[in-house]
Structure formats: structure tokens, C-alpha cells
């Protein structure tokens, strides 16, 4: 069993920042890419940003610039660190890691339980 947990979300006024974390637990055996996605209310979940195991990234042209991404391996966690926060960056921020559980398993694709991150028009 995998478990991902986010922390960092809230409430921010425009131009803040917040930092999203979210930690792997449970049955890992190794991690591919991690990534986030948001979902606002009555919006399908979109894409916000990835990172490979080697640490390439990619984001959605919404938030480049202003969010990054970054990861720590040894400690099975990663990070959205998003700046320059709009009203428009309002929603539930996932966590999504593609794990491998033991070393004879296939990669499944695990979500975390989503953090809300407030931006005030």
C-alpha cells in the first residue's frame, strides 16, 4: 500500500506564495515521475507541473515562470513552490507519483487526498 500526503495548502493573497509538499510512504520500492494537479470546482483536473526521476521538468504554460517543482528522491517527497499566486490559481492541488511497490511489481499510479490553495479576487 502507497500512501502520498499533501501539506502547505491555504489561504494566500495575490502575489503570495505557498509551498506544497507531499511525502510517498508505505510499500515504495522506487518512484518514476511525480507531479501535480489542480482541480477547480466544476473544471476537469488539469495538469501543473511534472518531474521525472532524473529531475526533468514540465509545466502547464498557466503557471511557467511562477511555480516550480523540485523533488528529493532519498526522501520520497515532492515540492510546488508557486509564486506570484492569482486568483485563478484557486483550487485542490493533487499529488500523483508513478511507484513501483516491490521489485518485481509494475508501476501504478498513486493521488494523494488534495490540499486547497486560496487566491481572493
Known amino acids: 500500500q502507497v500512501q502520498l500526503v499533501e501539506s502547505g495548502g491555504g489561504l494566500v493573497q495575490p502575489g503570495g506564495s505557498l509551498r506544497l509538499s507531499c511525502a510517498a510512504s508505505g510499500s515504495v520500492f522506487s518512484i518514476y515521475d511525480m507531479g501535480w494537479y489542480r482541480q477547480a470546482p466544476g473544471v476537469q483536473r488539469e495538469l501543473v507541473a511534472t518531474i521525472t526521476s532524473g529531475g526533468s521538468t514540465n509545466y502547464a504554460d498557466s503557471v511557467k515562470g511562477r511555480f516550480t517543482i523540485s523533488r528529493d528522491n532519498a526522501k520520497k517527497k515532492v515540492y510546488l513552490q508557486m509564486n506570484s499566486l492569482k486568483p485563478e490559481d484557486t483550487a485542490v492541488y493533487y499529488c500523483?507519483?508513478?511507484?513501483?511497490?516491490?521489485?518485481?511489481?509494475?508501476?501504478?499510479?498513486?493521488w494523494g487526498q488534495g490540499t486547497q490553495v486560496t487566491v481572493p479576487s
Open positions: 500523483n507519483a508513478v511507484v513501483v511497490a516491490s521489485w518485481f511489481g509494475r508501476p501504478n499510479d498513486y
